[in-house]
């Protein structure tokens, strides 16, 4: 190709990029009072249920994870094909879900603002909204995603980290998405509230490897802690506090919780395990603050993440359907 030509192509590639940046002041003409109308709707909820907190921000991560942050996740279908209809997705909290519809119905209840901000983003300003209403750190948000018209089960498998992963999976996995290791130590603190089911445990409380053994990385009073909350032949509907010690608190809990052998998962327990993320864990867990920056700036990153812009994907009307 002639050096001319590539000259050219180059500066279309940075038309592109420049064209898919999101910004914090996105909807400034077009709906200016949308952070208002967010929060006040996600802080009305928010003070009838806590679930609201954790259920929302796990929403975003699988949403942002799978086709990118682009609400696919909140699609539904008839025949039951969607994200959501998939063996991971179904543990998601009805409560997310709501709370982005609720906040959806605010903003369109704006005559201004009716079919203009999509639901990628209000899930993308509502999780922001639940973070800070937990006692976490608040930051701007960046706007600009178009809803996607995808949704399909198929698409989440081997997208989303499961719980018996370790460090070079989960640092495999967030690293497609350009997400460093130290954005996936800072990310998994979300774990400091909600919630996981009994049976996401089972192997490491009772049959770690072989019959009747405990996971060694799990501390032992927390371990028996644990089989009391979640008796063996475990009912699929119990579930437990992530972060026992402060269970609706967003803090640095979670990192003192891992190096004392108490992180629930083996992904959460191998962060520190593993000597190779280790020094986060350690960081973060004595310096909330450290924490709270590498939690918003991994959280700005998982917000890009896949995101459609401009003329792409759409403004959903009804965050469960493609117009
Ligand atoms: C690093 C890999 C991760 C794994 C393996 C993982 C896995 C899980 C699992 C198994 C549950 C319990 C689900 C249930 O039984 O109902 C859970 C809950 C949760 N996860 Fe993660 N997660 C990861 C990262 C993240 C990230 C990056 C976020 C958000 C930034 C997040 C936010 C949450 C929240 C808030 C809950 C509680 C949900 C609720 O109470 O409704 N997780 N996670
Ligand atoms: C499910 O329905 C959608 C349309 O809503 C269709 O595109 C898809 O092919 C259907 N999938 C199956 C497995 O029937
Ligand atoms: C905690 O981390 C922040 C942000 O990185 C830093 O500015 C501060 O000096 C740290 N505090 C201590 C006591 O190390």
Same mark, same amino acid.
């Given at each position: 190709?002639?050096?001319?030509?590539?000259?050219?192509?180059?500066?279309?590639?940075?038309?592109?990029?420049?064209?898919?940046?999101?910004?914090?002041?996105?909807?400034?003409?077009?709906?200016?009072?949308?952070?208002?109308?967010?929060?006040?709707?996600?802080?009305?909820?928010?003070?009838?249920?806590?679930?609201?907190?954790?259920?929302?921000?796990?929403?975003?991560?699988?949403?942002?994870?799978?086709?990118?942050?682009?609400?696919?996740?909140?699609?539904?279908?008839?025949?039951?094909?969607?994200?959501?209809?998939?063996?991971?997705?179904?543990? $998601? #909290?009805?409560?997310?879900? &709501?709370? @982005?519809?609720? +906040?959806?119905?605010?903003?369109? =209840? /704006?005559?201004?603002? %009716?079919?203009?901000?999509?639901?990628?983003?209000? $899930? #993308?300003?509502?999780?922001? &909204?639940? @973070?800070?209403? +937990?006692?976490?750190?608040?930051? =701007? /948000?960046?706007?600009? %995603?178009?809803?996607?018209?995808?949704?399909?089960?198929?698409?989440?498998?081997?997208?989303?980290?499961?719980?018996?992963?370790?460090?070079?999976?989960?640092?495999?996995?967030?690293?497609?998405?350009?997400?460093?290791?130290?954005?996936?130590?800072?990310?998994?603190?979300?774990?400091?509230?909600?919630?996981?089911?009994?049976?996401?445990?089972?192997?490491?409380?009772?049959?770690?490897?072989?019959?009747?053994?405990?996971?060694?990385?799990?501390?032992?009073?927390?371990?028996?802690?644990?089989?009391?909350?979640?008796?063996?032949?475990?009912?699929?509907?119990?579930?437990?506090?992530?972060?026992?010690?402060?269970?609706?608190?967003?803090?640095?809990?979670?990192?003192?919780?891992?190096?004392?052998?108490?992180?629930?998962?083996?992904?959460?327990?191998?962060?520190?395990?593993?000597?190779?993320?280790?020094?986060?864990?350690?960081?973060?867990?004595?310096?909330?603050?450290?924490?709270?920056?590498?939690?918003?700036?991994?959280?700005?990153?998982?917000?890009?993440?896949?995101?459609?812009?401009?003329?792409?994907?759409?403004?959903?009307?009804?965050?469960?359907?493609?117009?």
């Amino acid at each position: 190709m002639a050096p001319k030509s590539l000259h050219f192509l180059s500066f279309l590639l940075l038309l592109t990029t420049v064209y898919a940046q999101l910004r914090v002041d996105y909807y400034r003409h077009s709906c200016p009072n949308v952070e208002a109308i967010v929060r006040s709707a996600v802080k009305k909820k928010f003070q009838q249920t806590f679930v609201t907190a954790p259920s929302t921000l796990r929403l975003f991560f699988h949403d942002c994870f799978v086709r990118g942050c682009d609400a696919s996740v909140m699609l539904s279908s008839k025949n039951h094909t969607s994200e959501k209809d998939s063996a991971d997705d179904l543990s $998601l #909290a009805g409560d997310g879900f &709501d709370t @982005v519809i609720r +906040a959806k119905a605010a903003v369109d =209840g /704006v005559p201004q603002c %009716r079919n203009k901000v999509s639901c990628a983003d209000i $899930l #993308a300003m509502a999780t922001r &909204d639940v @973070v800070a209403l +937990a006692g976490g750190p608040s930051y =701007g /948000v960046e706007l600009g %995603r178009r809803d996607g018209r995808i949704s399909t089960r198929r698409s989440v498998r081997h997208h989303l980290p499961r719980p018996d992963f370790k460090l070079d999976q989960l640092s495999s996995m967030f690293a497609s998405h350009g997400l460093t290791q130290a954005d996936l130590i800072a990310l998994s603190g979300a774990h400091t509230i909600g919630f996981s089911h009994c049976n996401r445990i089972s192997k490491r409380i009772y049959h770690f490897k072989t019959r009747n053994r405990i996971d060694p990385t799990l501390n032992l009073a927390y371990a028996k802690r644990l089989r009391q909350l979640c008796p063996q032949r475990v009912d699929p509907r119990i579930a437990i506090e992530m972060d026992p010690a402060s269970p609706q608190t967003f803090d640095n809990m979670y990192y003192k919780n891992l190096q004392q052998g108490k992180g629930l998962f083996t992904s959460d327990q191998s962060l520190f395990t593993d000597k190779r993320s280790r020094k986060f864990v350690n960081l973060f867990a004595s310096n909330n603050t450290a924490f709270e920056r590498a939690f918003v700036a991994a959280i700005t990153k998982l917000g890009r993440v896949g995101v459609r812009t401009g003329k792409q994907g759409e403004i959903r009307h009804d965050c469960s359907m493609v117009n």
